[in-house]
């Protein structure tokens, strides 16, 4: 901590000036994870770095939060350059303290310019929905963001999708799976006789059914590049399940139907990549997809039928309201990591006791990835020679690629990594008020309760009062007094917000130790330049659904 104090910060005539007084931030927000060489963008005047995916040592941040840690041959990838001290002499060092605080509107700009928020009809024209409607945020650490997120409704079936997609390695995985995870989805929940619609409707040119009605903010792009090659491997999988399904059956179970279709895409990730394409930018495209990773949590609400699918470490939390007013926060997910006892007992059996020690190693799949579920990251999927067969028949791009060519230690019997869902089922009831899904950005900042009665606060509008906590701190009565006439200032703005999850972020990077958001905290964390915040958090993003319950009730009561 005292080499993170005395580390001077360069001011850049084109940004805004940094702070560099000490700012009151718990341990956890100093060393979040790190993903993608971001040390070696910090430090890239001292350093060469030569693998873009994998980040450098460094001694501000501890191996322990690393995303990924770097393996020792990885040590001469990344040395220093000669008289590399002479590029910090060339730049401006602040040489007394300087203090920038953005004002209240810049900090709203900054929280609020990726907020969405949807109101869902009451009556879509098939059932009346469960959903009153959502409201999604997201907050860039890395950059660009690896983050994505991703909204639907079924159009021919029932039910909403809502997902959040963490990438690592770079974004082009989580991107790639936000855009399509939801069409596998919604094909494998159609019936035989939909599917064939469609499929006769492409053989003859006619226009297609819609499947599904995206709500999207504008930043939420999708690939028009490579449209039409996951257009062709979403076909060939709906012609499959044509072939497999004669239509006698028509029950649709939406368990099933989550798994086949995350382990699908996974699969059309892979072979994607395997095969190529003759388009240079889609074979590079495709390449970077599938060496990249992203984790996912899915939710499908069907009427009172909530079905979570989650691969990795994102987490979906239900808010309950009790009969005196308090909140409670209800799991409907699993962290896919060490930190899971029925994961790591799972990865050892499904390899040879010889590798019972070497599979996990410091809490990471053979020493080096911290979710043990994921999509693309086919250097944990492919076999050694597979991986060298596509690399040397890449573009250059990737063979020049250090990270690329490495093959994880103790990789003997692949795959070690699957994107096969855990999916949890939960039935609504009315005092279920919420759904939370969010990337492990949040998660790393808040507790799970926190985060469920600062939403349930927010949307109903009441603030239960808590004893102000100051957890060991020595505190006067002057100081109390100060706390207390804050907290009573703040009440008339605390709801200045019109999102849920854009609210929530603010509490995320703007608490302070007492549980409050401080203004000045907040504008430090939202001052921070690209290079340096990814060292105090990980992107940020949040899907906030409330649920109606009213309808939710009236659904208890026909049964």
């Known amino acids: 901590m005292t080499k993170q104090r005395n580390l001077r910060i360069p001011v850049r005539s084109s940004s805004l000036p940094l702070f560099s007084d000490a700012m009151p931030a718990p341990t956890q927000l100093f060393f979040p994870l790190i993903r993608n060489c971001e040390l070696s963008r910090i430090y890239g005047t001292a350093c ?42 060339g730049r401006r060092y602040a040489s007394t303290p300087q203090k920038f605080y953005l004002t209240p509107p810049q900090v709203n700009s900054i929280l609020k310019a990726n907020e969405y928020s949807f109101k869902v009809p009451e009556f879509d024209g098939k059932n009346v929905s469960s959903i009153l409607g959502f409201d999604s945020n997201q907050l860039p650490a890395n950059a660009p963001i690896e983050d994505r997120r991703s909204a639907a409704t079924c159009l021919q079936t029932r039910g909403m999708l809502l997902g959040v997609f963490d990438g690592h390695a770079g974004c082009a995985c989580s991107q790639a799976v936000s855009e399509r995870l939801f069409y596998y989805i919604a094909v494998s929940l159609l019936p035989h006789e939909t599917l064939l619609e469609i499929e006769n409707a492409v053989e003859s040119g006619r226009a297609l059914l819609p499947i599904l009605q995206w709500h999207k903010h504008p930043n939420d792009y999708f690939s028009k590049e490579a449209s039409k090659l996951y257009f062709n491997s979403l076909r060939t999988y709906w012609q499959e399940l044509i072939d497999l399904n004669t239509g006698e059956s028509t029950d649709i179970d939406v368990k099933e139907a989550l798994i086949n279709a995350f382990k699908r895409l996974d699969n059309d990730i892979s072979l994607e990549a395997q095969v190529g394409d003759p388009n240079s930018f ?24 909530l079905h979570v699918a989650n691969t990795g470490d994102s987490r979906a939390m239900l808010g309950v309201q009790e009969e005196d007013g308090s909140w409670s926060a209800v799991t409907l997910s699993n962290d896919h990591n060490a930190q899971n006892e029925r994961e790591l007992e799972r990865l050892k059996l499904e390899h040879p006791k010889s590798e019972a020690k070497s599979v996990v190693k410091q809490d990471r799949l053979l020493g080096l990835l911290m979710p043990f579920r994921a999509f693309g990251d086919v250097k944990f999927k492919w076999s050694i020679d597979l991986q060298k067969r596509v690399i040397e028949s890449g573009p250059d791009q990737l063979n020049d690629n250090e990270y690329t060519k490495f093959i994880p230690p103790n990789y003997h019997t692949p795959p070690y990594l699957t994107a096969e869902p855990e999916v949890t089922y939960h039935r609504l009831r009315p005092q279920d ?20 009665r600062i939403v349930g606060e927010y949307l109903t509008g009441m603030h239960h009062q808590q004893p102000i906590a100051v957890g060991g701190y020595k505190v006067t009565l002057g100081q109390m007094h100060g706390l207390l006439t804050e907290r009573r200032t703040k009440m008339s703005s605390v709801f200045e917000d019109q999102n849920a999850a854009t609210h929530l972020i603010r509490h995320a990077v703007g608490n302070n130790e007492f549980g409050t958001v401080d203004h000045e905290r907040l504008s430090k964390m939202l001052s921070l330049p690209e290079e340096l915040a990814r060292m105090y958090r990980d992107d940020i993003t949040i899907i906030v659904v409330q649920f109606n319950s009213h309808v939710v009730g009236a659904y208890q009561n026909q049964e």
């Open 48 to 89: 060469y770095c030569h693998h873009k995916h994998l980040c450098c040592s460094s001694p501000y941040v501890p191996q322990s939060r690393l995303r990924y840690t770097p393996h020792p041959a990885y040590a001469t990838f990344c040395r220093p350059k000669e008289n590399w001290w002479q590029y910090t002499q």
């Open 282 to 305: 889609l074979n590079y495209l495709v390449l970077r997809v599938a060496f990249s990773g992203a984790t996912a949590c899915v939710a499908h609400v069907d009427g009172v039928d």
């Open 433 to 452: 008020k919420f759904l939370v899904l969010a990337t492990d950005g949040l998660w790393e900042t808040m507790h799970r309760q926190d985060v469920v």
